[in-house]
């Protein structure tokens, strides 16, 4: 099952600019945060699950990387590893398994780097610029947009996935970031839970979702010190806003 994420035809994918990276991992909340946070810094990406997927969407996308977990459902990452550096694709090994046996496995298949969970986003965005970049025999031309929301003192900033009030970097889950981040970019209407469920979580969420909804709204806040909702309104019978208004 791959991740809830657009999908371009094969054509328009092999014309794009942008460098094209293959998830493969069957954790759909790490697939979903590396996606966001790559795709708000100018990469392609595809997700899966599975080796058998991340074989049939590799054929489609034919990544410039492949950033591979080890323990996947169908078979060893590993071995899908030596399989893909035979295409001549990078890879890069994210797994939660630090033992320097596997670490030295995964470099033996072919692994072009190995990084462990949990892990920090901008290392392994360096991380890969690095292996592009040597690939590319020099510079590679990403842009970054500036996607931030910028509020009197709190900004919401997707490139780093942070956000901060009075300069101040705020202590966001990556759920309540993105929870957030959506609101924010798309104000001034009102969002069913459901809706917000779908954004968000995606297909990836459990019963009961819509009340886990209502506590990270609390959550978040507490941490922009919204606790009378002047910013993210409750609308009764309805769902939430963010009320973001000209003079903002």
């Known amino acids: 099952m791959t991740v809830n994420i657009p999908y371009l035809e094969t054509s328009m994918v092999l014309n794009s600019p942008q460098p ?12 979903q945060l590396i996606s966001r946070f790559f795709s708000y810094n100018n990469y392609y990406i595809e997700s899966a699950a599975d080796a058998k ?62 990084l462990t969970k949990p892990f920090n986003l901008e290392i392994l965005k360096a991380k890969i610029a690095a292996l592009l970049k040597r690939r590319h025999g020099g510079e590679i031309n ?9 509020i009197d003192q709190l900004t919401i900033d997707p490139n780093r996935c942070e956000v901060t009030l009075n300069h101040e970097v705020l202590p966001f889950t990556s759920l309540e970031f993105e929870l957030l981040y959506f609101l924010a970019t798309h104000s001034n209407r009102v969002w069913e839970r459901s809706d917000l469920i779908s954004a968000v979580w ?47």
């Open 20 to 31: 094209k990276i293959l998830i493969v991992d069957d954790d759909p909340a790490i697939c």
């Open 53 to 114: 997927t991340a074989r049939e969407l590799f054929q489609k996308l034919s990544p410039d990387l492949a950033i591979l977990d080890v323990n996947l459902p169908d078979e060893s990452g590993f071995s899908l590893c030596k399989e893909i550096r035979q295409t001549g694709t990078l890879v890069l090994m994210l797994t939660c398994m630090t033992d320097t046996n596997c670490v030295l496995e995964g470099f033996e298949q072919g692994a072009d780097d190995y």
């Open 142 to 150: 990403l842009r970054t947009p500036n996607n931030s929301v910028i």
């Open 202 to 248: 995606g297909d990836n969420y459990e019963i009961g979702a819509e009340r886990k909804v209502d506590v990270h709204i609390g959550q978040i806040r507490k941490k922009i010190n919204d606790l009378q909702g002047q910013r993210i309104k409750t609308i009764r019978g309805k769902g939430y806003m963010f009320e973001h208004s000209k003079s903002d």
